[in-house]
T-cell receptor, first 114, second 115 residues
Framework: NAGVTQTPKFQVLKTGQSMTLQCAQD?????MSWYRQDPGMGLRLIHY???????DQGEVPNGYNVSRSTTEDFPLRLLSAAPSQTSVYFC?????????????FGPGTRLTVT | AQSVAQPEDQVNVAEGNPLTVKCTYS??????LFWYVQYPNRGLQFLLK??????LVKGSYGFEAEFNKSQTSFHLKKPSALVSDSALYFC?????????????FGKGTRLSVIA
């Protein structure tokens, strides 16, 4: 299994540009989520999904959109990039059953918005 | 809403000494508790979890954690620290009511093991 994969690994955007961060998993996990990691802030949840066709907002959803058309993929879209979205983004997945399963994390995408 | 507090930004310990990384939590129901480790420029790796049962749980790389319901704590411990344990450690909690509740992370504690 490849586990959780994320592309790209690095990205530089100009303010106002849009882009999609890709996330895929091959473990047939129902639950997928996106976090951003900023120094001194830990990991903050952006959006999550408990299955195909179902998404919900996390702690910091503004400026981001998600969709879950398949079990495997959970892309994160930045609609109009802002410098405040400079961060490291992690995708994670797990089995859903009662939430007792640990999440598997991708390697991250380092995004810089100038 | 659930929350996690890691009161120490940094923990320094000499190699061979025991280490403790502290975590306290707040949930309205039964907690599912997790510890993750992050090495530089890497994603998070799962260390251990408490779901139910024995309050002392053992995980990867010789780490263990003790669940204390009365103190709402889940401290990470290791009897003898290694330099290679130096990393960023995150505690996380999820309310164990259903699979729909998100996982909430603490801000992380940087562990530095000095040779």
């Amino acid at each position: 299994n490849a586990g959780v994969t994320q592309t790209p690994k690095f990205q530089v955007l100009k303010t106002g540009q849009s882009m999609t961060l890709q996330c895929a998993q091959d473990m047939n996990h129902e639950y997928m989520s996106w976090y951003r990691q900023d120094p001194g802030m830990g990991l903050r949840l952006i959006h999550y999904s408990v299955g195909a066709g179902i998404t919900d907002q996390g702690e910091v959803p503004n400026g981001y959109n998600v969709s879950r058309s398949t079990t495997e993929d959970f892309p994160l879209r930045l609609l109009s990039a802002a410098p405040s979205q400079t961060s490291v983004y992690f995708c994670a997945s797990s089995y859903r059953s009662e939430g007792s399963y640990e999440q598997y994390f991708g390697p991250g995408t380092r995004l810089t918005v100038t | 809403a659930q929350s996690v507090a890691q009161p120490e930004d940094q923990v320094n310990v000499a190699e061979g000494n025991p280490l403790t990384v502290k975590c306290t939590y707040s949930v309205s129901g039964n907690p599912y508790l997790f510890w993750y480790v992050q090495y530089p420029n890497r994603g998070l790796q799962f260390l251990l979890k408490y779901i139910t049962g024995d309050n002392l749980v053992k995980g990867s790389y010789g780490f263990e954690a003790e669940f204390n319901k009365s103190q709402t704590s889940f401290h990470l411990k290791k009897p003898s620290a290694l330099v290679s344990d130096s990393a960023l450690y995150f505690c996380a909690v999820r309310e164990g009511r259903s699979g729909n509740t998100p996982l909430v992370f603490g801000k992380g504690t940087r562990l530095s093991v000095i040779a």
